[in-house]
């Protein structure tokens, strides 16, 4: 069985503001790949990173970034220094035979 | 334009009506798969095609059906048999070759029963 949880329906920060949004996993396959994808008000998913289960390294792409702990089976994702084009609802998803998602983090950012 | 189409993106439909969401890709992805999406559960996965002429029941299949005559289309069918068919509804596609899981987005239907 796999599972994804996002403990955070909703967080709401001021712009500027980092923020983390949490995601924890659970599967018993040793290969696997973990998913953030965004989902603006427009509805469509949209790949912000993919990461197996092989490298640990945390990854830096401009304001957002990712830290893979399999210690913790978490993969928890960053954005410094927030604005207000990045609320959104945001999903982890874990990928080892079938791609399952949590169940999302509703972020807003104020002005 | 390389992608995904949805259509429609917003119906309406009376209770007890059988309702057709069209998804079209012309990304040449094999599989493609249909997702339910509801506020506060994620997205839930209804049903999945690997190739042409063959798909599988996915988490929640029951009050819908779906056909793949065609590797560029696959057409949900909402029948009257789903309880509580108002939701959010998203069409994905995946390259079979890159097995690493990555799906690609259409921007959804939504539709609503009255």
């Known amino acids: 069985a796999q599972k994804v949880t996002q403990a955070q329906t909703e967080i709401s920060v001021v712009e500027k503001e980092d923020v983390t949004l949490d995601c924890v996993y659970e599967?018993?396959?040793?290969?696997?790949?973990l998913f953030w994808y965004k989902q603006p008000p427009s509805g469509e998913l949209v790949f912000l990173i993919r990461r197996n289960s092989f490298d640990e390294q945390n990854e830096i792409s401009g304001r957002y970034s990712w830290n893979f702990q399999k210690s913790t089976s978490s993969f928890n994702f960053t954005i410094t220094a927030s604005q207000v084009v990045d609320s959104a609802v945001y999903f982890c998803?874990?990928?080892?035979?079938?791609?399952?998602f949590g169940e999302g983090t509703q972020l807003t950012v104020n002005p | 334009d390389g992608g995904i189409t949805q259509s429609p993106k917003y119906l309406f439909r009376k209770e007890g009506q059988n309702v057709t969401l069209s998804c079209e890709q012309n990304l040449n992805h094999d599989a493609m798969y249909w997702y339910r999406q509801d506020p506060g559960q994620g997205l839930r996965l209804i049903y999945y095609?690997?190739?042409?002429?063959?798909?599988q029941k996915g988490d929640i299949a029951e009050g819908y059906s779906v056909s793949r005559e065609k590797k560029e289309s696959f057409p949900l069918t909402v029948t009257s048999a789903q309880k509580n068919p108002t939701a959010f509804y998203l069409c994905a596609t995946k390259n079979r070759d890159k097995n690493t899981g990555e799906l690609f987005f259409g921007e959804g239907s939504r539709l609503t029963v009255l």
């Open positions: 095609s690997q190739i042409v002429n063959d798909f």
């Open positions: 998803a874990l990928f080892p035979s079938r791609l399952t």
């Open positions: 599967t018993r396959d040793t290969t696997y790949y």
